[in-house]
C-alpha cells in the first residue's frame, strides 16, 4: 500500500479532494451552561437505587430468612457498589448493578420474609429505575458536561445509532446489523484536529466508513470529526454543543494504545474483531452481541453462589448441589472475564478500523467540504 492508497477492505472511501464551501450562520446552541446539582443529584440518586434501598430492604428478613442468605445478598449488594463505583464514569451501565444489588435481596425476602417480603419486589423495580434517573440527570445536555469525564451517548438519526463521547475517545455505536460482522467505530480525543457543527444541504447524502458501510444523511444538522486519519460526518440535534463538549476533552484525553504496525497484523485484529461480532442463527449470519455475555454471567454466578451458601448454611452433603453450584460459579466468573477481556481487545479494534499509514479518510481541511452537501456552520 502505498501513502495515497486505501487497502480494498476499507473501501468504497471517500473523495481526497473536497470542494470549497462557504460557512453558514447555522442554528444558536440551546444548551444551558449547567444543569444545577448535577453530580451530587444524579450520585445520590444511583447511590440509594444501587446501596441503600437494597441493603434497607435486606433488613426485612432479618428476622426470618436465615443467615446464610442474608449474608449471601449482603456480599452481593457490596459487590454491585464496588462494581458501580468503578464504573462511575459509565453512568448508562448503572442500572445494571442497581439491579444486581436487588436481585438476591428479593430472592431472601419473597422466600422468607412473605408477605412483608414483597416490599423486596418494589426495590428489585425501584432499584434500576432510580439510576435510569440518575443516568439521565448526569448526562443532561449542558456545556458543563465538557469539563466531566463521564460517557454521555448522543442520539443521532433514527437507524443509525448513538455517538457516545467518553473521556478519550468517541464511539459511533452502530444499529445496523444486518448479516453480522459489524464493529462499532471509534476516534481517539487526544489526536482530534477538528471538530466542526454544521448541516447537510442535500435530501440525500451519505458519508462512507471504513469496512464497506456508512451513515445515512439528510438535511439536517450535523457534526463533522477528524482525528488522526480518520473523518466523521454524523447527525446530532445540537452540534455546537457536541463539537464544544468534543474539542474541551480532547485537551486532557489520554493518548490510545499504539495501533498495529504493519498491514498483517491489521489483517489479524480486524479478522479477530469481525469473528467475535459473528454467529449463525437458524442458519443465517447474523450479529453477535458480546455483551450479553457479562449480565449472563453475573446471573449464573447469583445463581451457583446461592446454592453453594445454602448448602453450606443446611450442611448438606448431597453433591449434586455442591457440583451444580460450584459448576454455575465458575461459568459465571468465566463468562465476565472473558466478557472484559473481549471487551478490552474490541474497544482497540474499533480505535484502528484503518491500517497503520493509511491516508486520510476524506478530504480534512477545516475550510473544504468533503462531500458536496457539507456545509460549515459559522
Do not use: C
Request: charged share 15%; proline share 9%.
Amino acid at each position: 500500500m502505498t501513502r495515497r492508497e486505501h487497502v480494498p477492505e476499507v473501501l468504497p472511501a471517500p473523495p481526497e479532494t473536497g470542494t470549497a464551501v462557504r460557512a453558514v450562520p447555522g442554528n444558536p446552541g440551546t444548551a444551558p451552561e449547567s444543569v444545577p446539582g448535577r453530580r451530587s443529584v444524579a450520585l445520590g440518586l444511583a447511590a440509594l437505587g444501587v446501596v441503600l434501598l437494597p441493603a434497607l430492604a435486606l433488613l426485612i428478613g432479618l428476622s426470618a430468612a436465615p443467615g446464610f442468605l442474608l449474608v449471601w445478598a449482603a456480599v452481593w449488594i457490596a459487590l454491585a457498589a464496588v462494581g458501580w463505583l468503578l464504573d462511575a464514569r459509565t453512568p448508562r451501565r448503572w442500572h445494571g448493578w442497581a439491579l444486581l444489588a436487588a436481585v438476591p435481596q428479593a430472592v431472601a425476602n419473597l422466600i422468607f420474609a412473605a408477605p412483608l417480603g414483597l416490599l423486596g419486589l418494589v426495590v428489585l423495580v425501584v432499584s434500576p429505575l432510580l439510576a435510569r434517573a440518575a443516568h439521565r440527570r448526569y448526562t443532561a445536555p449542558a456545556l458543563d458536561l465538557a469539563e466531566l469525564d463521564v460517557e454521555i451517548a448522543v442520539p443521532n438519526s433514527p437507524g443509525t445509532g448513538r455517538l457516545r463521547i467518553g473521556r478519550d475517545r468517541v464511539v459511533l455505536a452502530r444499529t445496523v446489523r444486518a448479516g453480522g460482522g459489524h464493529v462499532d467505530h471509534a476516534l481517539p480525543l487526544a489526536e482530534l484536529s477538528l471538530a466542526q457543527p454544521g448541516e447537510i444541504d442535500a435530501d440525500e447524502a451519505w458519508w462512507p466508513l471504513p469496512g464497506g458501510n456508512g451513515v445515512q444523511l439528510r438535511r439536517a444538522p450535523a457534526v463533522r470529526l477528524v482525528a488522526g486519519a480518520q473523518q466523521w460526518l454524523v447527525h446530532v440535534a445540537d452540534p455546537r454543543l457536541v463539537a464544544a463538549i468534543v474539542r474541551r476533552r480532547a485537551t486532557a484525553a489520554w493518548p490510545q494504545r499504539t495501533g498495529p504496525q504493519d498491514l498483517t497484523a491489521w489483517h489479524a485484529l480486524r479478522k479477530w474483531a469481525v469473528a467475535r461480532t459473528t454467529t449463525f442463527r437458524d442458519a443465517r449470519q447474523t450479529q453477535a452481541y458480546t455483551a450479553f455475555r457479562g449480565p449472563a454471567g453475573f446471573a449464573a454466578a447469583v445463581l451457583g453462589s446461592m446454592l453453594l451458601a445454602t448448602a453450606v448454611g443446611r450442611a448438606i452433603t448431597d453433591p449434586g448441589l455442591w457440583i451444580v453450584g460450584a459448576v454455575l460459579l465458575a461459568l459465571g466468573g468465566y463468562l465476565v472475564v472473558a466478557w472484559l477481556r473481549v471487551r478490552r481487545r474490541m474497544e482497540f479494534a474499533e480505535l484502528h478500523q484503518l491500517p497503520p499509514h493509511s491516508p486520510a479518510w476524506g478530504d480534512p481541511r477545516p475550510d473544504v467540504a468533503p462531500i458536496p452537501a457539507w456545509r460549515p456552520w459559522t
